[in-house]
T-cell receptor, first 111, second 115 residues
């Protein structure tokens, strides 16, 4: 089973609104990453947050991590039509060697 | 642009055939991972190679095999293709340091259709 599960599965918003996606995972992790994928293309790394960090910012992106709840959120502020894509969280487990991906959130930003 | 290139970009194979997918890692990266992504799903980890040795494998049968070469390029081989093997196959490279924070960089993928 997937380590990370994103919520919601799909999200539709108007341009200019904020988009929030959540991710839950099951085991202890070293770090959590968020990736973006445009339709049918490779994944692009957005941001990495380590297990000892609680919040991180990168441009319009804000990521939080709550290791006690085993959850993370990705906030995209002032969304644009070009933000339309699938967003995946991925985790590196403690003592593990592989990055495990969730099923993704499909974001639609309407112009 | 991640510096990871994959070939071919699209291919169609017949059930029972064999396929080889290729990946050129980003310069300086010693680790390559392969993922299978079915339509509408997240990438599923197939296996990972570090310095030419397989050092981890996901829940895939032995007919999925791989190689990593001294220049850190890589191949994914799938034998006895099944219809369910139709998917986007993603290669990802990274520089394994044993530390947390192992960002991986993906290629654009190879779309495989099995008919």
């Amino acid at each position: 089973s997937q380590q990370g599960e994103e919520d919601p599965q799909a999200l539709s918003i108007q341009e200019g609104e904020n988009a929030t996606m959540n991710c839950s995972y099951k085991t202890s992790i070293n770090n959590l990453q968020w990736y973006r994928q445009n339709s049918g293309r490779g994944l692009v790394h957005l941001i990495l947050i380590r297990s000892n960090e609680r919040e991180k910012h990168s441009g319009r992106l804000r990521v939080t991590l709550d290791t006690s709840k085993k959850s993370s959120s990705l906030l995209i502020t002032a969304s644009r039509a070009a933000d339309t894509a699938s967003y995946f969280c991925a985790t590196d487990r403690m003592g593990g060697f592989k990055t495990i991906f969730g099923a993704g959130t499909r974001l639609f930003v309407k112009a | 642009e991640t510096g990871v290139t994959q070939s071919p970009t699209h291919l169609i194979k017949t059930r029972g055939q064999q396929v080889t997918l290729r990946c050129s890692s980003q310069s300086g990266h010693n680790t390559v991972s392969w993922y299978q992504q079915a339509l509408g799903q997240g990438p599923q980890f197939i296996f990972q190679y570090y310095r030419e040795e397989e050092n981890g494998r996901g829940n895939f049968p032995p007919r999925f095999s791989g190689l990593q070469f001294p220049n850190y390029s890589s191949e994914l081989n799938v034998n006895a293709l099944e219809l369910d093997d139709s998917a986007l196959y993603l290669c990802a490279s990274s520089s394994w340091t044993g530390d947390s924070g192992n960002t991986i960089y993906f290629g654009e993928g190879s779309w495989l259709t099995v008919v």
